[in-house]
């Protein structure tokens, strides 16, 4: 199998998609081909583990792997850093949904399902290309995705992870997360400035080709843990075929019938790796995207039209979604055109120069075959999740809300009967303050810091607190360097020294 790029670059391999991140055409790597899963093969993943699953799904989409190679990798990823044997179980919600929830692992949000693998991947690629460099991770993170990167290269031998914050730009929880991480081989830098100072930093570091030398003369090479390296990609198609075999041993669906899913969308990461199983042959009916206030991706989907021209950016309380340019949406325009890279480019060339940009009612119409979308405001984000509480018994966070949301006006307006499941991207505790509120009302958080409103929240819903919040309080710092926005790159080398 061959990796395409969305812009026309020449084909390569999937180890050397994964060792590259970006094509060198600024596009991104996509599968040219999708392996077929025959009804027997689902069959076939329905008394496995979460392992078996993911190396019977990772091994047909990445063949230039060895068995023993990936294994071993998918070994170390879905340990025992998750708090369940299922790792990503499914749970029934109340009688007309199913909730995935993909948030079991060591940094309680669905990122850690991709960022456990992709070390493994990404070091495994390096061996296959006679890389013998040390890969340095660089990241800026407005949150989440630090920590879960810094978790998962945490001592991964070979390489290095460095992440960049907003100093007065995460919540308390986030940055105690971040800065009490251990291990010998990451760092945490604190910017003076905002998320958008420290990405733009970030990029910088990665243009300037002076760093790049130093780099190498240090035996060091860059790269990056974004989502858009296919590395990221690949793992994310594993839980939806591992969704369906569940249903399939529930009995609450037989083989080859469809099932929706509703995916609470940011960078278009996940509910892109669902189309992706769908390729493969999972019987998917419609993929829904679901949106916060900004809703550039509703209107997308709903009129062909690509506008940021003269939106808003709103900060809301499911700020993992709170996005403009959805990345990873370039990889399905790509599909939709019949991977017509030349097309893509000059998309992404009007994006960047009007901020807008169209598509032709023939790709609208195969993508409104396929996705159905909605958005759901920061009132409504609340009263899902204290109805879900209430009806269902099922305490859900800001992120699943919005999906939960979503997928009700979804059925409420089309009368779409499928089978549905909810993607479940976050542990309530991780946004418990928000998640408290929306239970309890504003004065149950009043004057209380994130800690404190996880414990209010266990004890008001009867939920167990995870480890990994309740210890934090009580962890050491080990990571308290601060730098001015344009010395980023100094920091780093003075981290690394
Ligand atoms: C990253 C994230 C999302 C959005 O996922 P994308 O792949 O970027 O669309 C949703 N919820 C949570 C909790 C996240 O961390």
Not at 27 to 46: C, R, S, T
Request: net charge negative.
């Amino acid at each position: 199998m061959q990796m395409l790029s969305t812009r026309g670059a020449a084909a390569v391999s999937p180890s050397m998609a994964i060792l590259r991140g970006l094509a060198p055409d600024g596009g991104l790597y996509v599968p040219a081909q999708f392996p077929a899963f025959a009804e027997a093969d689902l069959l076939a993943l329905v008394p496995m583990s979460y392992q078996e699953r993911a190396y019977a799904v990772l091994s047909r989409f990445l063949p230039d792997f060895e068995e023993a190679e990936l294994r071993a990798a998918i070994a170390g990823a879905y340990g025992t850093g998750f708090d369940c044997e299922a790792v990503a179980p499914l749970v029934r919600v109340g009688s007309r949904a199913h909730a995935l929830e993909l948030w079991h692992g060591p940094t309680l949000a669905f990122k850690d399902m991709a960022l456990q693998l992709l070390p493994h991947l990404l070091t495994l690629s390096g061996k296959k290309h006679g890389e013998t460099r040390e890969v340095f991770i660089l990241v800026a993170t407005s949150g989440d995705t630090g920590k879960a990167a810094l978790e998962g290269f945490l001592d991964v031998p070979g390489t290095r992870c460095c992440v960049f914050y907003p100093k007065d730009g995460v919540s308390q929880a986030q940055r105690l997360q971040m800065v009490t991480t251990g291990g010998s081989n990451t760092h945490v830098i604190a910017v003076e400035g905002n998320f958008d100072d420290a990405q733009t930093g970030v990029k910088r570091i990665f243009s300037d080709a002076d760093f790049a030398r130093e780099m190498d003369a240090q035996g060091r090479v860059l790269s990056s843990a974004n989502s858009i390296n296919f590395g990221r990609l690949v793992p994310q198609i594993v839980y939806y075929f591992s969704a369906y075999a569940d249903l399939l041993r529930e009995g609450a669906i037989a083989v080859g019938d469809a099932v929706n899913f509703c995916v609470p969308t940011g960078n278009f990461g996940d509910i892109l790796a669902a189309d992706y199983a769908r390729k493969a042959g999972l019987p998917v009916g419609r993929l829904i995207c679901a949106s916060n206030e900004n809703n550039v991706l509703t209107d997308f989907i709903r009129t062909g039209v690509y506008d940021i021209s003269s939106r808003a950016f709103y900060k809301t309380i499911s700020p993992s979604m709170d996005i403009l340019i959805s990345s990873n949406l370039e990889r399905l325009l790509f599909d939709l055109s019949g991977c017509d890279g030349e097309r893509i480019a000059e998309l992404m060339a009007q994006l960047k120069a009007q901020c807008r940009y169209e598509i032709d009612g023939e790709m609208l119409r195969l993508m409104q075959s396929r996705y159905a979308a909605g958005f759901v405001d920061e009132d409504g984000i609340r009263a899902e999740i204290a109805r879900s509480f209430a009806e269902d018994g099922y305490l859900m966070d800001t992120h699943t809300a919005v999906a939960s949301a979503v997928l009700r006006d979804y059925v409420a307006s089309t009368g779409d009967t499928t089978p549905a499941v909810i993607v479940s991207t976050a542990s309530p505790y991780k946004f418990g303050a928000s998640v408290l509120e929306a239970i309890a009302g504003s004065e149950a958080v009043r004057g209380k810091d994130d800690f404190a409103c996880c414990e209010a929240l266990s004890a008001l819903t009867d939920t167990k607190e995870p480890d990994q919040i309740a210890k934090l309080p009580s962890l050491p710092i080990r990571h308290s360097a601060v730098c001015q926005k344009d010395a980023m790159a100094q920091a780093v080398l003075d981290a690394v020294k």
